[in-house]
Every structure is written in structure tokens, then in C-alpha cells.
């Protein structure tokens, strides 16, 4: 029994990893600037 209950536990996890690591990606991508940053680029911005 301990052998199935693990097994239901790491296809669980492995059934929730996609649709977390899309959140993921979502959330972060939508934190970005959208814009070209000149404060971490190491150039000089305008003016």
C-alpha cells in the first residue's frame, strides 16, 4: 500500500506541474517591463 500511495502522490504532482509552470510563466510575463530598460542595461539613456 505505501508503494501505491506514492505513486498516486508523484502522478499528482506530475498532473499539477504543467498548469503551475503556465501560471508561472503568466504571471511573470506580465510583470516584465515592456519597454527597454536603461537602469540595468549598463548604457546610457537618453539625455
Not at 7 to 24: K, N
Amino acid at each position: 500500500m505505501p508503494l501505491a500511495a506514492a505513486a498516486r502522490a508523484a502522478l499528482t504532482l506530475l498532473l499539477a506541474l504543467p498548469p503551475a509552470l503556465a501560471v508561472h510563466a503568466a504571471v511573470t510575463f506580465a510583470r516584465l517591463d515592456r519597454g527597454p530598460s536603461t537602469a540595468r542595461s549598463g548604457r546610457p539613456g537618453p539625455g
